[in-house]
């Protein structure tokens, strides 16, 4: 069996139909598990208690559900349009 270089099999996964990339991609993706930096994680724990804090003392306000799902039916539907078949 012949090995072949990242930038090899990056070349060929690139000609790949878009839905096929974006499956593998996810798949890649999941398959490294949480791969966070303690920093990273520790950061993020930072800043939601700071926006639940800002949240609850009224300094900041929340999004209608009404408005966050219409909003992400808008971006799924843009997203589907461009991972359809036969797209590049």
């Known amino acids: 069996m012949v090995s072949k270089t990242v ?15 974006l499956q593998l991609a996810e798949t890649l993706v999941q398959s490294v598990g949480d791969f966070a930096s303690q920093d990273v ?11 639940l804090s800002e949240y609850e003392s009224g300094a900041l306000s929340g999004i209608p ?6 909003e992400a039916r808008e971006q799924l ?6 991972s359809s078949p036969g797209q590049p």
């Open 7 to 21: 930038e090899e099999i990056t070349g060929e996964l690139l000609t790949l139909p878009a839905q096929t990339r």
């Open 77 to 82: 539907r843009e997203a589907s349009h461009l």
């Open 65 to 70: 559900s009404k408005a966050v799902f219409a």
């Open 41 to 51: 994680a520790s950061a993020w724990d930072a800043e939601i208690v700071k926006r």
